[in-house]
């Protein structure tokens, strides 16, 4: 990326986030709402973002971070269109979700934590979505998907990529 074209996202992504922080008073108890609002905006959490805050709350960045990675919800990297979520919590993972996680990262060649170099695709591994009774699950986006086997997983990435494709 130019550095004229870093300047522009960094200029945008301040303006935006001071919009977002318009919505709230300058208490550090609107952090997690915040954080909130611009996760749902960005689909992340952006630095730019993570410094207007700082100096919006007077808090340090330090303790905003904290924060972030603190709750599994935020994020500091940008997802893919469609993030796939494999519960790894106890149900789930006595379940066979640990397959569905490897057949998931072999099929998109990326490991937990990355997104596809098209954007498409991010994998995370959750500790637990609270549908034990489904076990194991795994999530793209919102939609939660219960009993879950690889073969399922495979069709529902293969649905989308040839759904995107069109």
Do not use: H, W
Request: net charge neutral.
């Amino acid at each position: 990326m130019e550095q004229g074209c870093e300047k522009c996202v960094e200029q945008r992504l301040k303006k935006e986030t001071n919009e977002i922080l318009k919505n709230y008073s300058k208490q550090k108890d609107n952090l997690i709402a915040i954080l909130n609002d611009i996760q749902e905006k960005y689909g992340y959490i952006p630095k730019q973002s993570q410094i207007e805050i700082s100096n919006y709350l007077s808090i340090p960045m330090a303790e905003i971070y904290g924060v972030i990675t603190f709750y599994s919800r935020f994020t500091t990297t940008p997802k893919g269109k469609y993030n796939i979520s494999v519960c790894m919590g106890t149900a789930c993972f006595v379940k066979g979700s640990q397959s569905l996680l490897e057949r998931a990262k072999e099929k998109l060649n990326i490991k937990s934590g990355q997104t596809t170099q098209d954007g498409l695709f991010s994998i995370d591994e959750l500790r637990c979505v609270g549908a034990c009774g489904l076990a194991p699950v795994f999530m793209v986006n919102d939609e939660v998907y219960g009993n879950a086997t690889v073969k399922q997983l495979e069709q529902v990435v293969d649905d989308i990529i040839k759904k995107e494709k069109n």
